[in-house]
């Protein structure tokens, strides 16, 4: 298994974020957690990407715990975040931003070939590679950022709500971006509001409700669960 979550627990203070939370990714998979706003999605995935650290549990991957190890080594392990409102240095141009990518030793040394394929997945990047980033959409800064972290050569890409403040246009072609990254080999774990989407595109998923996991499993099956249904997808 790429990813193993066991029984993670996480808190801000002495308020707790998550718990008890366990979850797993195969490789070339990709897994969708979905559930309401505060639900505790984006704690779970910095505390995976090492931004966060949790209280108890392990993170392991590829059977190597990473629970406590700096977020940068986390990075060595061959996971890549996009995170939430992109982060990009914004004063920077759209090539700056995607070099700061590929600084892990690996990486750094394969950048010239990375690059064009990720001109060839996202070509909006390359027609404005000596822009700004900050002058962009932001749609288009969504793809700088999704472009910076597949520089580091990623086996697992981590996304925390990549639709999020998108026109539905834009949203449509995120979800095939990530459709297209899935079929060259990479995992992903999702984070999303946008649970028809999320789940459409998903292998399995995780409902996420509080601080806890309440459901998981294919999404077809899901969707038929009445609880599901009437509580996230409005049926």
């Not at 949790?54 to 392990?77: K, Q, S, Y």
């Not at 060839?120 to 390359?126: D, F, I, N, T």
């Amino acid at each position: 298994m790429l990813l193993e979550v066991r029984h993670l627990h996480v808190a801000y203070g002495d308020a707790p974020a998550i718990w008890d939370v366990s979850l797993e990714i195969g490789a070339g998979r990709i897994v969708s957690v979905v559930g309401p706003n505060g639900a505790g999605k984006s704690t779970l995935i910095n505390s995976i990407a090492g931004i966060l650290r949790p209280r108890r549990g392990t993170i392991l991957v590829d059977g190597e715990d990473v629970t406590r190890i700096p977020a940068h080594r986390v990075c060595e392990h061959g996971l890549a975040i996009v995170p939430e409102g992109r982060r990009l240095f914004t004063h920077m141009s759209v090539q700056d931003n995607l070099d700061l990518g590929a600084y892990r030793g690996a990486a750094r040394s394969q950048s010239r070939d990375t690059i064009e394929q990720v001109f060839e997945l996202l070509p909006v990047l390359k027609d404005r590679r000596s822009q700004i980033a900050g002058s962009m959409s932001g749609g288009q800064q969504q793809m700088v950022a999704i472009g910076r972290a597949l520089m580091a050569k990623p086996r697992l890409l981590l996304m925390d709500e990549p639709s999020l403040g998108l026109s539905p246009r834009i949203v449509a072609e995120m979800f095939a971006i990530i459709r297209r990254i899935k079929e060259q080999g990479v995992a992903v774990m999702l984070v999303e509001q946008n649970i028809h989407q999320a789940l459409e595109l998903a292998h399995h998923a995780y409902v996420i409700e509080q601080g806890r996991i309440i459901a998981s499993g294919e999404p077809e099956t899901l969707l038929r669960n009445p609880q599901i249904k009437e509580a996230y997808l409005g049926v």
